[in-house]
């Protein structure tokens, strides 16, 4: 109630409704921080060993049927997560000229936020069944999405900063800052009927001292330093500080074949950062 009134009063000394929006969105940013400040170090695991999706995750990027905890493959335990992406599941309308999209993907819960400036190790394993189809189409099956607060503000539209990518045969690890496509690690793999092991450590911040670390199979294919989020404040409309949901799964241009993922051993930690 308070929020509201105090946001309200900006409106009434005739602040311009997007001035108004940032401002809102400034104190609710500020607030998040603050209560999040005293919270203890993320330190979070998913062996997707139980019977229906742990709290760790949301689920509104996802089509109920497409998930399923089974047993036939798995990297460890009893269970895995099965993905089945199905033409028109979760349909975007692209946007700017961008390609129309469909996606089931896990994204991890609110109160696990990524945040500005703090230092995370993220792992799991994926496994593409040997008849995954390689196709020359966009597809992401692990992304690091900057959070973009209002569909009416700039950023809105924009891509993950950073994310991991399977076009083609081809293996990518990419960042997208500013509207400059870049990418850290590219290899032709075939992926398909083994898993495969990931493990990133990543610092997002629109600063120098950004970091993004990554191994594959225990070996590190990224030492990269330098600028890891897209610049703040008005001209982009990302809040300050920044927050960066991770979401994996399956994420694609509009096509007729389904796909199949299957998902285990997810970790998330906060690590010191000397």
């Known amino acids: 109630m308070l929020l509201r009134r105090s946001c309200g009063s900006y409106a009434v000394f005739g602040f311009s ?23 203890p170090p993320i330190d979070v695991y998913d062996g997707f060993e139980g019977p229906v999706l742990s709290d760790l995750w949301a689920t509104e990027s996802l089509v109920p049927s497409s998930v399923s905890i089974e047993s036939s493959i798995v990297r460890a335990g009893h269970s895995a997560l ?3 992406l199905h033409p028109n599941d979760v349909f975007w309308r692209g946007v700017g000229g961008d390609a129309d999209s469909e996606r089931d993907e896990l994204r ?6 990524t945040r500005e400036n703090r230092l995370y190790e993220f792992s799991w394993s994926m496994y593409l069944p040997k008849d995954f189809p390689i196709v020359p ?8 999405l ?3 607060p209002h569909p009416d503000l700039p950023c809105f539209n924009n891509s993950p900063v950073l994310a991991v990518r399977y076009i083609n045969g081809v293996l990518r690890i990419t960042q997208d800052l500013n509207h400059r496509f870049i990418v850290l690690y590219e290899k032709k793999r ?13 610092r997002l911040t629109p600063a120098t001292n950004g970091i993004v670390r990554t191994w594959l199979d225990g070996k590190q294919v990224v030492d990269y330093s ?29 096509m007729p074949q389904p796909m199949t993922i299957y998902l285990d051993e997810y970790r998330k930690r906060e690590i010191p950062d000397n």
């Open 17 to 39: 409704m997007r001035h108004v929006v940032l401002i809102c969105l400034f104190i609710v940013s500020s607030l998040l921080a603050y209560a999040q400040s005293s919270r």
């Open 82 to 84: 099965r993905i089945d």
């Open 108 to 113: 991890e819960a609110r109160p696990l936020t």
């Open 137 to 144: 189409v966009r597809l992401v099956v692990a992304q690091w």
């Open 146 to 148: 900057e959070y973009c």
């Open 190 to 202: 075939d992926l398909r009927g083994k898993w495969l092991d990931l493990r990133f450590q990543v």
């Open 226 to 254: 330098g600028i890891t989020a897209n610049t703040s404040g008005d001209a982009t409309g990302y809040p300050v500080p920044g927050y960066f949901p991770f979401k994996m799964g399956l994420y694609r241009n509009v």
